[in-house]
Nanobody, 127 residues
Framework: QVQVVESGGGLVQAGGSLRLSCTAS????????MGWFRQAPGKEREGVSS????????YYADSVKGRFTISRDNAKNTLYLQMNSLKPEDTAMYYC????????????????????WGQGTQVTVSS
């Protein structure tokens, strides 16, 4: 059974930084693309970033490009999202997800590409 667990959320002032972590078990982590998504109250879920199973050529949404960095440590089965220069509009529940299929990645962050989801970690940015 695949389990995805996020951590690292919290409350931060605008301009601050947070690093989210995500561990995935029950799959061969280094064979799966991973992604970060977020959903703010009253809004649709948004793809933030994704990364291939090799860690090369990550994808970023325009809204976070230049501020967020996705990375992975396959030896630790862990995905990260370093978030810098945070803005109040970054406030949301952040979700980590693993792709439906091994060695499949489309250089985008669409929810439909990802089949295994965590419960989310809340990020709140105060102004």
């Amino acid at each position: 059974q695949v389990q995805v667990v996020e951590s690292g959320g919290g409350l931060v002032q605008a301009g601050g930084s947070l690093r989210l972590s995500c561990t995935a078990s029950g799959l061969t982590f280094d064979d799966y693309a991973m992604g970060w998504f977020r959903q703010a109250p009253g809004k649709e879920r948004e793809g933030v970033s994704s990364i291939s199973w090799t860690g090369r050529r990550p994808y970023y949404a325009d809204s976070v490009k230049g501020r967020f960095t996705i990375s992975r440590d396959n030896a630790k089965n862990t995905l990260y999202l370093q978030m810098n220069s945070l803005k109040p509009e970054d406030t949301a529940m952040y979700y980590c997800a693993a792709a439906w299929y091994a060695r499949t990645w489309y250089a985008r962050a669409l929810s439909s590409d990802f089949g295994y989801w965590g419960q989310g970690t809340q990020v709140t940015v105060s102004s």
